[in-house]
């Protein structure tokens, strides 16, 4: 069973560009959320999709946003970097349909704000 | 405000020795408890995912939760030098299906 794919892995921007991110999660979940790493404040919630649906949002700027596809692969965008978003971005996936259930993150997207 | 707390470590244990990592939590409703193990440059493996009072038990490692007292630990028996790494602790937000809120982790060190 395949588990959550993150893509790229790793990548370098410079500040003011923007950023995509991809995950792809565990085959049958059908929720992803996102998640930050940074040294400094540790790991920090940015928002969970379920079925194509935002449906929580962490204390973020507006300049990260995502979204989710049918097929329950997600993307997530940060616009406008600035080099506080450097950072590993973690995907993590779960059916999503009950509180009580397993949560999987992926390997991250390491980014770097130059 | 909900809050994990962890003790940031370095807890340095002897190889073979049991190594003991503790976790509080504010919110008296959470329901589910989440540990991961994560490797420098690497991201977060879940261990052990413990919701009931009393001890989960898997291989090497105990999940010990106790939702009187908010505190949840994780027991790691016969320690190995690749037992080194971080360990979260993360509990999810009341009605947040895969929204959790993460301790600081706890850094192991197994020295042979």
């Known amino acids: 069973k395949a588990g959550v794919t993150q893509t790229p892995r790793y990548l370098i921007k410079t500040r003011g560009q923007q950023v995509t991110l991809s995950c792809s999660p565990i085959?049958?979940?059908?929720?992803v959320s996102w998640y930050q790493q940074t040294p400094g404040q540790g790991l920090q919630f940015l928002f969970e999709?379920?079925?194509?649906?935002?449906?929580n949002k962490g204390n973020f700027p507006g300049r990260f946003s995502g979204r989710q596809f049918s097929n329950s692969r997600s993307e997530m965008n940060v616009s406008t970097l600035e080099l506080g978003d450097s950072a590993l971005y973690l995907c993590?996936?779960?059916?999503?349909?009950?509180?009580?259930?397993?949560?999987?993150f992926g390997e991250g997207s390491w980014l770097t704000v130059v | 405000q909900k809050e994990v707390e962890q003790n940031s470590g370095p807890l340095s244990v002897p190889e073979g020795a049991i190594a003991s990592l503790n976790c509080t939590y504010s919110?008296?409703?959470?329901?589910?408890f989440f540990w991961y193990r994560q490797y420098s440059g690497k991201s977060p493996e879940l261990i052990m995912f413990?919701?009931?009072?009393g001890d989960k038990e898997d291989g090497r490692f105990t999940a010990q939760l106790n939702k009187a007292s908010q505190y949840v630990s994780l027991l790691i028996r016969d320690s190995q030098p690749s037992d080194s790494a971080t360990y979260l602790c993360?509990?999810?937000?009341?009605?947040?299906?895969?929204?959790?809120?993460f301790g600081a982790g706890t850094r192991l060190a197994v020295h042979p």
């Open positions: 085959s049958g979940h059908r929720s």
């Open positions: 993590a996936s779960s059916l999503g349909t009950v509180e009580l259930n397993t949560i999987y």
């Open positions: 993360a509990v999810p937000f009341s009605g947040g299906y895969n929204k959790l809120i």
């Open positions: 999709y379920f079925s194509e649906t935002q449906r």
């Open positions: 919110d008296r409703g959470s329901q589910s």
């Open positions: 413990i919701y009931s009072n």
